[in-house]
């Protein structure tokens, strides 16, 4: 692996200092006790000036992937600024759940559901600020103890989820309906050793910036192996549709290694 390729993240994070370093401790000085959610405060200011650029680097292939697909009930892992709305077909979807722990997103979300016929005030949109391991506080927010999400949708959302294997799990099994859908653009661990060596040496460090996000989270992987039962109690997949590529012309060398998926749950008890 080049060095060049192997240092790339380096300059993303000076683009990031200079953007959200001022900002952030202008913030603190106001407020000193946001001192003890630095990280997210840092974060926040990044997304505001880079969220549109980046949207628009992977718009064709999230427009491929959620536009056609995505249906019915629909929840969001980590909306940010609410990007991710204007690949939902308005006709197809009828409530937009959006899970954002971060809240100094959640006013410009909210303007962006309310732009594409979402509103709070009609039940078609609700605005989350639980992280998406809670399972419990999303079903009671959806009213409901049974799978009742038709669809859910991340981009680049899951590096961020704390113990986010086992909350992968609780989500498919608790919250997706059989037969919906997970549709997902995120970036894991790159099948290249050379690559996922970097990966995990800056991981530690590119989380304290970006609010927990993880360059080494194997979420692809997770995601393909998560199992149900059969009705002679036999482990089997949960999936009877499994889809995964990769974006068209990325380089193998990246750390900012990207797969998009498309997973279909099949029916089954699912497993404690």
């Not at 204007?86 to 809240?103: F, I, R």
């Not at 981009?155 to 609780?170: D, F, N, Q």
């Not at 997970?182 to 661990?189: A, I, K, R, S």
């Not at 993880?214 to 992987?221: H, K």
Request: charged content about 20%.
């Amino acid at each position: 692996m080049k060095l060049a390729n192997a240092f790339g993240l380096w300059t993303e994070l000076n683009f990031a200092l200079q953007a959200a370093l001022i900002p952030t401790l202008k913030d603190v000085w106001r407020k000193p006790t946001i001192i003890s959610h630095l990280s997210r405060t840092f974060m926040a200011h990044v997304w505001i000036a880079f969220a549109s650029q980046v949207d628009a680097n992977a718009r064709t292939v999230k427009r491929e992937l959620f536009l056609p697909n995505a249906t019915g009930v629909v929840l969001d892992i980590g909306a940010g600024l609410g990007h991710g709305i204007q690949y939902l077909d308005g006709s197809k979807v009828t409530k937009y759940v959006a899970v954002e722990p971060n809240v100094r997103m959640h006013p410009e979300l909210r303007r962006a559901a309310a732009a594409a016929g979402y509103l709070e005030s009609d039940g078609t949109l609700i605005i989350l600020s639980c992280g998406a391991e809670e399972v419990a506080t999303i079903l009671e927010s959806l009213d409901s103890t049974i799978p009742a999400v038709d669809t859910i949708t991340s981009v680049m959302s899951m590096c961020s989820i704390p113990s986010a294997e086992e909350a992968l799990r609780g989500l498919v099994s608790r919250i997706l309906k059989p037969g919906g859908q997970l549709l997902f653009y995120e970036h894991v661990l790159s099948p290249r050793k050379d690559v996922a060596w970097w990966q995990r040496l800056w991981a530690p460090l590119w989380q304290i910036f970006y609010d927990g996000c993880r360059l080494d989270c194997p979420t692809d992987v997770w995601i393909d192996e998560i199992t149900d039962v059969d009705e002679h109690g036999e482990k089997l997949s949960v999936w009877s549709e499994r889809k995964l590529w990769g974006v068209p012309g990325e380089t193998e060398e990246t750390v900012f290694h990207h797969v998009l998926g498309k997973f279909v749950k099949r029916g089954g008890k699912m497993l404690d």
